[in-house]
């Protein structure tokens, strides 16, 4: 589910801010509404995104959440969590 900057602006505070590392110099960001995830959009409806951290809690400056987290995947933890299921037990 997508939700307008400027819409989230009217909350007095929401549960959480991700902003997510999505590969190098690429960032989104999504809110924790209600146990639900939401990203964040421009208001013409284009994910917001920014090439640095700094950048995206420019962007974001007036949402406030309770927590703000950085959730960065990569490909090594699949490939050790791969390894680890299929490693055998003595």
Known sequence: MNTRI???E???????L???????SLYQASVELDGEEHYVT???????RAHNVVDMRRLCQNLSAKEV???QDS???EMV???LSTAKTP
């Open 42 to 48: 421009h208001d013409n409806g284009s994910l917001l």
């Open 81 to 83: 969590g791969i390894r």
């Open 10 to 16: 009217q909350y007095a505070q929401f549960d959480k």
């Open 18 to 24: 991700v902003i997510h590392s999505l590969e190098m």
């Open 6 to 8: 400027s819409t989230l």
């Open 75 to 77: 490909a090594y933890d």
């Open 69 to 71: 987290v950085l959730r």
